[in-house]
């Protein structure tokens, strides 16, 4: 099993104009975080809002596709879909994965601005190498604010395309990210 875990975070994110917000939960994401999460060995995919509502919401969708009709239609989704916690804060996602082996994690946030410090995709592959749990978080809206990844140990380098376009969705980016960090050449 995998020392990487991975976080999507609702809360503190910031919108278009740099305003923190709480954005919501959107079905896709889950479906597709899940799944990435289940191709590479994700123990746990943490969905991090302190919104009641959508915290519902996402256990709606959770039971339906782990004990519904949706686990008798789909057992592969169900498979995925059972990996999703959730939590209100990433101190509830560190306690929650301190609990389980014993030491907290170690933060690496993800961005898509570039910096001179960020941890590069070889580095992180090479500390995943150590027995040491680790937290990827990622931010949805426009990403996490400042302050948030300050706080983290590591930012992790952004994916850079072929232009300066630089706006994937996040569904799109933890495939990308989780298959250099995890991925075989094979």
């Given at each position: 099993?995998?020392?990487?875990?991975?976080?999507?975070?609702?809360?503190?994110?910031?919108?278009k104009n740099g305003d923190v917000i709480a954005s919501a939960v959107t079905n896709l994401d889950l479906h597709d975080m899940s799944r990435v999460a289940r191709t590479y060995g994700?123990?746990?995919?943490?969905?991090?809002?302190?919104?009641?509502?959508?915290k519902a919401l996402v256990e709606r969708i959770v039971l339906h596709w782990v004990e519904g009709t949706g686990a008798r239609y789909n057992p592969k989704r169900r498979e995925a879909l059972e990996r999703i916690k959730i939590k209100s804060d990433l101190e509830e996602v560190k306690n929650h994965i301190q609990s389980k082996g014993g030491?907290?994690?170690?933060?690496?946030?993800?961005?898509?601005?570039p910096e001179d410090w960020n941890l590069s995709f070889d580095e992180f592959r090479g500390?995943?190498?150590?027995?040491?749990?680790?937290?990827?978080?990622f931010g949805t809206a426009w990403g996490l604010p400042e302050s948030y990844m300050d706080e983290a140990d590591?930012?992790?380098?952004?994916?850079?395309?072929?232009?300066?376009?630089?706006?994937?969705?996040?569904?799109?980016?933890?495939?990308?990210?989780?298959?250099?960090l995890l991925g075989s050449d094979r």
């Open positions: 099993m995998s020392n990487l875990f991975i976080a999507l975070t609702h809360y503190p994110v910031i919108n994700i123990p746990s995919f943490y969905v991090v809002t302190p919104l009641e509502d959508q030491e907290p994690p170690e933060v690496v946030v993800t961005s898509a601005c500390m995943l190498k150590n027995d040491r749990p680790y937290l990827l978080v590591y930012q992790l380098e952004p994916l850079l395309g072929v232009d300066d376009y630089n706006h994937l969705s996040v569904r799109s980016a933890s495939a990308i990210i989780l298959d250099r």
